[in-house]
């Protein structure tokens, strides 16, 4: 669950070159700020879209974020100046959109598990309950148009506004997000027009950070590098490439990351030759030796895995079984064709 200690929110108008920077946090005693703000947070905490990053040793933001955790410089003072950097960086964009800055610090009480709180009553429980893994993030909201009705006189009207944020279920485009025991970086961002040249504010500007594949990234190519791999030896794909989502959600789940020469290894382990085809592979796709995933992340992108026969049969299981003999079983004849058994079935219902 998520515990919110601070949160500001900064707006900024482009169309009339204005800024309205707040003075006070957000009063997060107010059940729907404080639920809209863990939404967010939460969203972009579980996002298997994020980038992954470390500080470069010159990083002015580093600098600062360091003094801010420890206490030497005070919240709302420290998110206006993040909030001037960003209004001066996107101004200056061919591409303006109209949004607002969220800055947030807030705690992980379970980082890396279950998505986190949802109910009201469990959003209460977050804002009570004990501190955890601290984090300090900072979203950019994208405002869009919306109708509202005005009713006056002897007519109601309907009139067009900008002011709304996105709902917390949209996901947001741009966002940071720093362990601050770690230093670790999280980010998303999408590339914007300044001076007829692209780039990315946040990781090159802003945080002056590396880049590194995110772990839906990563996860994808492992997975197509091991059907590739099975393909060229004669082996079944929809069985490995289950396996493997088996062998990642195994290391997500005690380490928070995973190896992937360690998933070649462990899929084919009684084959060194498609071990060492699979680890050829992994270094030409320029893979990290070892890729950060949380557990709940790692749990959506690998607890099932889906196939579809050439004759229309769709089906979809839970990957760890693929490594279960007597539940899910592949087999193929002299002419090539596979039969699927699927075993240790008590009952069966309609979907």
């Known amino acids: 669950m998520l515990k919110v200690d601070r949160a500001i929110l900064h707006v900024f108008d482009f169309e009339s070159g204005s800024t309205y920077l ?26 298997a879209e994020s980038r992954h990053g470390e500080f470069a040793p010159d990083s002015g933001f580093a600098g600062e974020l360091q003094r801010y955790l420890a206490g030497e410089r005070e919240f709302v003072e420290f998110s206006v100046e ?9 101004r200056r964009t061919e591409d303006l959109e109209q949004c607002d800055l969220l800055v947030a610090d807030f705690c992980d009480t379970d980082a890396g598990g279950v998505d986190g709180a949802s109910t009201d009553a469990e959003v209460d429980a977050a804002f ?34 900008d002011a709304t944020l996105p709902n917390p279920s949209q ?7 720093v362990d601050a025991e770690t230093g670790a970086i999280d980010f998303h961002d999408k590339e914007r027009s300044v001076g007829g040249t692209s780039v990315s504010l946040i ?8 880049s590194e594949a995110s772990s839906h990234e990563v996860i994808d190519e492992v997975n197509v590098i091991v059907r590739d791999v099975a393909e060229e030896f004669g082996l079944t ?9 088996a062998v990642v959600a195994r290391a997500a789940e005690v380490e928070e990351s995973f190896t992937p020469a360690e998933v070649g290894r462990e899929v084919f382990q009684d084959r060194p030759d498609l071990q060492e085809r699979f680890e050829e592979r992994v270094r030409e796709a ?37 490594t279960k003999p007597g539940y ?24």
Do not use: M
Request: glycine content about 6%.
């Open 22 to 47: 707040s003075e006070c946090p957000l009063d997060l005693t107010v059940r729907a700020t404080r639920s809209y703000v863990q939404r967010h947070l939460r969203k972009i905490s579980s996002n």
């Open 82 to 90: 993040i909030a001037r950097w960003f209004w001066e960086e996107l």
């Open 128 to 161: 009570d309950g004990p501190a955890g893994r601290r984090f300090f993030s900072i979203l950019l909201l994208p405002r869009r148009q919306a109708f509202v009705h005005e009713v006056g006189g002897d007519s109601n009207d309907i009139a067009r506004v």
């Open 171 to 177: 996901k947001v485009a741009s966002y940071v997000l």
């Open 203 to 210: 990781p090159e500007r802003f945080l002056q950070c590396s």
């Open 237 to 245: 794909p929809a069985v490995e490439v289950s396996r493997a989502k």
């Open 286 to 322: 320029s893979l990290p030796e070892e890729a950060p995933v949380r557990r709940g992340v790692a749990n959506r992108l690998t607890r099932s895995h889906k196939i579809r026969t050439d004759t229309g049969v769709e089906i979809t299981f839970p990957s760890d079984l693929a």
């Open 328 to 351: 899910l079983d592949f087999s193929t004849d002299a002419e090539g064709r596979i039969t699927i058994t699927v075993g240790n079935v008590a009952s069966i219902e309609n979907r």
